[in-house]
């Protein structure tokens, strides 16, 4: 073919795909797909893959999007993170010559439930010894609330080692530290509760609301106290032992988090998603393609071959069609040690997907065989090979192009339900699994709706993305269905 005939066939076919709107509208969505996809480590980061196979201790675990605060009568306060650029920090001396690094956080709480923790990141110092590390003193300077103590001491000259994290909500002795002043504010505590609020207190609870005289009145109907807190920290540090604020940073982790809110480990569900489309479209679009391929050649060549050939091919391709799929895939991950790796499942996919593309592409081919061009190239001598792949298989090509966009929804559902069965590989971010991890985590029982349904609906949507594209491209394609 000539290429002005080719480029004139190419606009024919645009001006004829561009009238079908839900075509367009399929087309749009894999543009911004496409995009989502490769653009994932500039929009997140490159260290995801490796990043997410651990706790992200900086984020809360299980919190909603920011974004139901708008439709919720309850207010949860917001994820806040300071670095040191937020930090005004002053550097003074005590009597001893140590240095005394200090800086204040005002924070202000108008919500009905407070943050779930404090948490301090990168502190580093050059200490080599934890007889030289800093020492770290924080308290809590709460709003006026009128005969009660406003500053509460959190941690007093507590050694901290370079890089440690300090997590209060959980810490111990801050847990000690908040009982003995909610005792020195009259709050009657019972031995025998005091030693449980030391294993099990949600410490934040307490520091953002309301003295009230009875503890179990805090415990059950906590009232919010509104107002600016300022958290007050002093590290100390010996002569000759220099602390690096550079890299510091203190999480308010919020009871809500970003635009998808997290799971169990404190991932964020937005950067699962984006980095799902990457693995989903991959697999999506490479298993479409080769089961077409392979579907497409087989059928043709059955069908040109014809007698005893034909038969013999006809009888693998329903062998194959015979096996049932997805128990043969879960044997085979079980065979596999439990996941089976992306590559082996799209080889997999492809092994079980082109026997019913192959049964339509011979039934095709059968009617193009009879075609007077195809005895004319075989009267002039031409190969099989060359009749095959020059003559028949071009004419199969708009149905190829259908099957392609139509297969690619399938392939995805596929990875999805090994995934979501455990068998999906571990090492990579996949829709399926963060299904899975949900399943495993309770989430669905617990309520958790966010680690479910983004999931499934960007799965639902790349399906329809393909599904809008093949039916358009069909009826452009396929004479009969455009006379419809």
């Given at each position: 073919?000539?290429?002005?005939?080719?480029?004139?066939?190419?606009?024919?076919?645009?001006?004829?795909?561009?009238?079908?709107?839900?075509?367009?509208?399929?087309?749009?969505?894999?543009?911004?797909?496409?995009?989502?996809?490769?653009?994932?480590?500039?929009?997140?980061?490159?260290?995801?893959?490796?990043?997410?196979?651990?706790?992200?201790?900086?984020?809360?675990?299980?919190?909603?999007?920011?974004?139901?605060?708008?439709?919720?009568?309850?207010?949860?306060?917001?994820?806040?993170?300071?670095?040191?650029?937020?930090?005004?920090?002053?550097?003074?001396?005590?009597?001893?010559?140590?240095?005394?690094?200090?800086?204040?956080?005002?924070?202000?709480?108008?919500?009905?439930?407070?943050?779930?923790?404090?948490?301090?990141?990168?502190?580093?110092?050059?200490?080599?010894?934890?007889?030289?590390?800093?020492?770290?003193?924080?308290?809590?300077?709460?709003?006026?609330?009128?005969?009660?103590?406003?500053?509460?001491?959190?941690?007093?000259?507590?050694?901290?080692?370079?890089?440690?994290?300090?997590?209060?909500?959980?810490?111990?002795?801050?847990?000690?530290?908040?009982?003995?002043?909610?005792?020195?504010?009259?709050?009657?505590?019972?031995?025998?509760?005091?030693?449980?609020?030391?294993?099990?207190?949600?410490?934040?609870?307490?520091?953002?609301?309301?003295?009230?005289?009875?503890?179990?009145?805090?415990?059950?109907?906590?009232?919010?106290?509104?107002?600016?807190?300022?958290?007050?920290?002093?590290?100390?540090?010996?002569?000759?032992?220099?602390?690096?604020?550079?890299?510091?940073?203190?999480?308010?982790?919020?009871?809500?988090?970003?635009?998808?809110?997290?799971?169990?480990?404190?991932?964020?569900?937005?950067?699962?998603?984006?980095?799902?489309?990457?693995?989903?479209?991959?697999?999506?679009?490479?298993?479409?393609?080769?089961?077409?391929?392979?579907?497409?050649?087989?059928?043709?060549?059955s069908a040109y071959l014809g007698?005893?050939?034909?038969?013999?091919?006809?009888?693998?391709?329903?062998?194959?069609?015979?096996?049932?799929?997805?128990?043969?895939?879960?044997?085979?991950?079980?065979?596999?040690?439990?996941?089976?790796?992306?590559?082996?499942?799209?080889?997999?996919?492809?092994?079980?997907?082109?026997?019913?593309?192959?049964?339509?592409?011979?039934?095709?081919?059968?009617?193009?065989?009879?075609?007077?061009?195809?005895?004319?190239?075989?009267?002039?001598?031409?190969?099989?090979?060359?009749?095959?792949?020059?003559?028949?298989?071009?004419?199969?090509?708009?149905?190829?192009?259908?099957?392609?966009?139509?297969?690619?929804?399938?392939?995805?559902?596929?990875?999805?339900?090994?995934?979501?069965?455990?068998?999906?590989?571990?090492?990579?971010?996949?829709?399926?699994?963060?299904?899975?991890?949900?399943?495993?985590?309770?989430?669905?029982?617990?309520?958790?709706?966010?680690?479910?349904?983004?999931?499934g609906l960007a799965i639902t949507?790349?399906?329809?993305?393909?599904?809008?594209?093949?039916?358009?491209?069909?009826?452009?394609?396929?004479?009969?269905?455009?006379?419809?």
């Amino acid at each position: 073919m000539r290429w002005v005939d080719l480029k004139d066939s190419m606009k024919s076919f645009w001006n004829d795909f561009r009238r079908e709107k839900s075509g367009m509208f399929g087309l749009l969505l894999l543009i911004l797909l496409l995009f989502t996809a490769l653009s994932a480590p500039f929009i997140t980061s490159p260290d995801i893959p490796h990043k997410w196979k651990t706790y992200w201790l900086e984020n809360p675990q299980n919190a909603p999007p920011a974004w139901i605060n708008y439709f919720s009568s309850t207010k949860k306060a917001p994820h806040v993170i300071y670095t040191y650029h937020d930090l005004h920090i002053t550097e003074s001396k005590d009597q001893f010559g140590n240095t005394v690094y200090s800086f204040e956080i005002p924070y202000k709480y108008q919500y009905d439930e407070p943050v779930d923790d404090i948490v301090i990141f990168k502190l580093l110092s050059n200490a080599s010894s934890p007889m030289d590390a800093p020492h770290i003193s924080i308290a809590l300077k709460r709003p006026v609330q009128n005969g009660y103590s406003r500053v509460v001491p959190l941690l007093i000259d507590e050694p901290v080692s370079s890089n440690a994290t300090i997590q209060l909500s959980t810490n111990t002795q801050v847990r000690k530290n908040v009982i003995n002043w909610l005792k020195q504010n009259k709050v009657n505590i019972e031995p025998t509760l005091e030693f449980q609020l030391l294993a099990t207190m949600d410490t934040m609870r307490y520091l953002f609301s309301q003295i009230q005289p009875n503890i179990q009145d805090m415990m059950n109907k906590p009232k919010p106290l509104h107002g600016t807190y300022i958290l007050m920290v002093n590290v100390t540090s010996k002569p000759g032992i220099s602390v690096n604020f550079n890299n510091i940073e203190i999480v308010f982790k919020g009871r809500t988090y970003g635009i998808m809110g997290t799971d169990d480990r404190g991932r964020d569900i937005w950067i699962g998603l984006i980095w799902g489309s990457r693995v989903s479209l991959a697999i999506g679009i490479a298993v479409a393609l080769l089961s077409v391929l392979i579907g497409i050649f087989y059928g043709v060549t059955s069908a040109y071959l014809g007698g005893w050939k034909d038969e013999f091919l006809q009888r693998i391709n329903e062998f194959v069609a015979s096996i049932p799929t997805l128990p043969i895939l879960i044997l085979l991950g079980v065979y596999f040690g439990g996941h089976i790796m992306l590559w082996q499942l799209v080889l997999l996919l492809v092994a079980f997907g082109w026997v019913g593309i192959s049964k339509v592409a011979r039934s095709m081919a059968l009617q193009i065989k009879e075609q007077t061009y195809i005895e004319a190239a075989r009267a002039l001598g031409a190969g099989t090979g060359r009749i095959v792949f020059k003559h028949m298989v071009p004419q199969l090509l708009p149905y190829a192009f259908a099957q392609i966009a139509l297969g690619v929804p399938g392939a995805i559902l596929s990875e999805a339900s090994l995934s979501f069965l455990g068998l999906g590989d571990p090492s990579q971010i996949t829709w399926g699994q963060m299904l899975n991890e949900a399943q495993r985590a309770g989430a669905a029982v617990n309520g958790y709706w966010w680690e479910v349904i983004p999931p499934g609906l960007a799965i639902t949507l790349v399906g329809l993305t393909f599904v809008l594209i093949g039916v358009a491209l069909d009826k452009v394609l396929n004479p009969r269905l455009r006379r419809i």
